[in-house]
């Protein structure tokens, strides 16, 4: 049986975007919606739609968290080895998507990609929970199929006897930080009756950004 949601719509009327008063630099506007979704309480703002392409050329997305704005782009950590890992290894183009349905916004990232230092990622894995830490070890490789969950909650419990909590879990070679440097960026401010507003930045010889209005 199919679904019809043809008749579901909502007026997006919380806010509006105007290419005249937005700032010279995207990563102002972007940290200043990003606090204002956190001011919000939008669960988990950070969360991100990554999309990869490899050599097959078919598209694949999936959410990751990202966890540090830079001067460049925008870092997430995960498994090297998984099949977004795999991806990038042979396309370094990607795509990322924040969508805060609160604000009404979305944020359209495009770039490139590649591994942050080691060391980095080192001190960041080290912060994670210790749960956490363990769980990226049983999670080797990355999408890789399992027999069922017994499987993984033995080799959880082996690893917790053999990092118990008070000590320290080594990072892994095959896990750490991705940096997407941003080439353009699209804010997406949702307006009444579909006028919605639709601002791009670009850079511009690789140095300044221009901004452009796109129709929505």
Known sequence: MSMDFTDQRLSYEKGELDQQSVPDSPFELLKEWMNEAIAQKVQEPYAMSLATCGADNKPSVRIVLMREITENGVVFYTNYESAKGQDIAENPNVEALFFWHELE???RISGSIAKIDA??????????????????????????????????????????NQYPEDSQVPTPEFWGGYEIT?????????????????????????ESWTTKRLLP
């Open 119 to 160: 060391n980095k990622s080192a001190a960041y894995f080290q912060k994670r929970p210790h749960d956490s830490q363990v769980g990226a070890w049983v999670s080797q490789p990355q999408s890789g199929e399992v027999a069922d969950r017994e499987v993984m909650q033995t080799k959880f419990d082996e690893l917790q």
């Open 105 to 107: 916004r979305q944020v």
């Open 182 to 206: 941003i080439h353009e960026i699209e804010f997406w401010q949702g307006r009444a009756n579909r006028m919605h507003d639709r601002i791009v930045y670009t850079k511009d010889n690789g």
